[in-house]
């Protein structure tokens, strides 16, 4: 068996993955709403002959192929969108409209990704369905809502993800990255960052803007925790220790003469060792109370965590080998070293849960010429639309064969190969 027989069919089955990718991505869906996403993965998975289960962790999609004796191998995809409004200037662009979590009508773009996730693993599934005659032992294939800062994976894992089909012996997955299509970037050991997101709310005393002296300002407080949390990094974490701490959300009051009661301010933290995580979470603790008592304010601020990722790191002995694969199919100079990744993923917690290795790689897909001569001229930062970008839109080929055959390959390096001694 070679994977070149498995993958012979991609090719013609290009048009019809295009196709669905444009779906998805006419069509995003917001954290834990992507009914017509699942719907859709449900019913090809159905029609490659897979055991299908709905619903798992709310909006999840799993399909389970038992192929005779062998490893359980995974193969995860997240299928959520974000709340961004397209600019990218397709023909296909969104122009779709969800509900956030605060109940709020937002515009809804697949920025970081996702939809081309949700095509690749769906067309991997179909070769390798139709391919059981080349492997054997069992296929876990997980289509994940609410990835981005939702828990998905955790709630797909309480839902009783590893019930349907046994714990796998590994776990695979990937991501769409600002590279140049047709490049795939591995890295043995930690990926991604471990990210907390922290909500603060600043307790302070309301009234009338021109008494001032009658109040305790949340607003006042609040611009001084910000302010303080940019030294965080600066004077408390080491320089050779790679940190980040961001003020995304901040909100106090409704009208100009109105002193507010409260100041409401969302924090993320990013690091790639949970002790620097740690200790970036107890600086924000300090600083917050710190202010509060400075301020005279009525209570402490309340301090809750919202998310928590934890860090992506790839078993380093399946990484090697799997590299090597990639090495062995894709052309020389495209499977490359991948950079420390700031961004975080919940990816890790499927490998964590089942206590099994697990690896995450990244694939290019944006314009080659265009990000290499960014790149080289010094402007790929403020040129190149990255994920979470209103802008960011991939190139449709190579990027979808690409992002098929490495999870097609991923899956056959660990499966039994009948008729191999």
Same mark, same amino acid.
């Given at each position: 068996?070679?994977?070149? $027989?498995?993958?012979?069919?991609?090719?013609?089955?290009?048009?019809?993955?295009?196709?669905? !990718?444009?779906?998805?991505?006419?069509?995003?869906?917001? #954290?834990?709403?992507?009914? $017509?996403?699942?719907? *859709?993965?449900?019913?090809?998975?159905?029609?490659?002959?897979?055991?299908?289960?709905?619903?798992?962790?709310?909006?999840?999609?799993?399909?389970?192929?038992?192929?005779?004796?062998?490893?359980?191998?995974?193969?995860?995809?997240?299928?959520?969108?974000?709340?961004?409004?397209?600019?990218? +200037?397709?023909?296909?662009?969104?122009?779709?409209?969800?509900?956030?979590?605060?109940?709020? &009508?937002?515009?809804?773009?697949?920025?970081?990704?996702?939809?081309?996730?949700?095509?690749?693993?769906?067309?991997?599934?179909?070769?390798?369905?139709? #391919?059981?005659?080349?492997?054997?032992?069992?296929?876990?294939?997980?289509?994940?809502?609410? &990835?981005?800062?939702?828990?998905?994976?955790?709630?797909?894992?309480?839902?009783?993800?590893?019930?349907?089909?046994?714990?796998?012996?590994?776990?695979?997955?990937?991501?769409? #990255?600002?590279?140049?299509?047709?490049?795939?970037?591995? $890295?043995?050991?930690?990926?991604?960052?471990?990210?907390?997101?922290?909500?603060?709310?600043?307790?302070?005393?309301?009234?009338? +803007?021109?008494?001032?002296?009658?109040?305790?300002?949340?607003?006042?407080?609040?611009?001084?925790?910000?302010?303080?949390?940019?030294?965080?990094?600066?004077?408390?974490?080491?320089?050779? &220790?790679?940190?980040?701490?961001?003020?995304?959300?901040?909100?106090? +009051?409704?009208?100009?003469?109105?002193?507010?009661?409260?100041?409401?301010?969302?924090?993320?933290?990013?690091?790639?060792?949970?002790?620097?995580?740690? $200790?970036?979470?107890?600086?924000?603790?300090?600083?917050? /109370?710190?202010? #509060?008592?400075?301020? /005279?304010?009525?209570?402490?601020?309340?301090?809750?965590?919202?998310?928590? !990722?934890?860090?992506?790191?790839?078993? &380093?002995?399946?990484?090697? *080998?799997?590299?090597?694969?990639?090495?062995?199919?894709?052309?020389?100079?495209?499977?490359?070293?991948?950079?420390?990744?700031?961004?975080?993923?919940?990816?890790?917690?499927?490998?964590?849960?089942?206590?099994?290795?697990?690896?995450?790689?990244?694939?290019?897909?944006?314009?080659?010429?265009?990000?290499?001569?960014?790149?080289?001229?010094?402007?790929?930062?403020?040129?190149?639309?990255? /994920?979470?970008?209103?802008?960011?839109?991939?190139?449709?080929?190579?990027?979808?064969?690409?992002?098929? *055959?490495?999870?097609?390959?991923?899956?056959?390096?660990?499966?039994?190969?009948?008729?191999?001694?």
């Amino acid at each position: 068996m070679t994977p070149e $027989r498995v993958l012979a069919p991609l090719a013609a089955a290009l048009p019809g993955l295009e196709a669905l !990718y444009v779906d998805f991505h006419r069509h995003p869906e917001l #954290a834990f709403a992507e009914t $017509r996403t699942a719907a *859709e993965l449900a019913r090809r998975l159905e029609a490659d002959g897979f055991e299908v289960h709905t619903g798992v962790g709310r909006t999840g999609v799993v399909g389970v192929l038992r192929n005779g004796e062998g490893p359980t191998v995974m193969l995860r995809a997240d299928i959520d969108a974000l709340p961004v409004e397209e600019k990218t +200037g397709l023909d296909y662009a969104s122009t779709a409209h969800g509900v956030d979590e605060a109940g709020n &009508e937002v515009p809804v773009m697949h920025a970081c990704g996702h939809d081309m996730h949700a095509t690749w693993l769906s067309g991997a599934a179909s070769l390798l369905a139709a #391919a059981r005659e080349d492997w054997s032992g069992t296929l876990l294939v997980v289509f994940q809502p609410a &990835e981005e800062g939702s828990g998905g994976a955790t709630e797909m894992i309480a839902a009783g993800l590893f019930d349907l089909a046994g714990r796998p012996d590994v776990v695979f997955g990937q991501h769409l #990255a600002p590279a140049p299509a047709g490049w795939v970037l591995t $890295r043995p050991g930690v990926l991604m960052a471990a990210s907390d997101t922290l909500r603060i709310t600043l307790h302070g005393r309301g009234g009338h +803007g021109s008494r001032p002296e009658t109040t305790v300002d949340p607003a006042v407080m609040a611009a001084s925790v910000v302010l303080k949390l940019q030294t965080v990094v600066s004077r408390e974490v080491a320089a050779t &220790e790679p940190a980040v701490v961001t003020v995304g959300s901040l909100h106090v +009051g409704s009208v100009g003469n109105v002193i507010a009661d409260d100041a409401v301010l969302e924090v993320n933290t990013r690091a790639f060792d949970d002790a620097v995580l740690l $200790r970036l979470r107890a600086a924000i603790e300090r600083i917050a /109370n710190a202010e #509060a008592v400075g301020a /005279n304010a009525p209570k402490p601020p309340t301090i809750e965590l919202l998310n928590s !990722y934890p860090a992506t790191s790839n078993d &380093e002995t399946t990484s090697d *080998e799997l590299t090597e694969v990639f090495r062995g199919h894709f052309a020389e100079g495209t499977v490359l070293p991948a950079p420390l990744v700031t961004g975080s993923e919940d990816f890790g917690e499927f490998g964590a849960a089942a206590g099994v290795g697990s690896v995450f790689w990244l694939v290019g897909g944006l314009e080659p010429q265009e990000v290499i001569t960014a790149m080289t001229e010094g402007r790929f930062e403020t040129d190149i639309p990255s /994920n979470h970008s209103p802008r960011f839109a991939p190139i449709l080929h190579p990027t979808l064969r690409a992002g098929v *055959e490495t999870l097609v390959l991923a899956a056959l390096s660990r499966m039994s190969h009948p008729g191999v001694g």
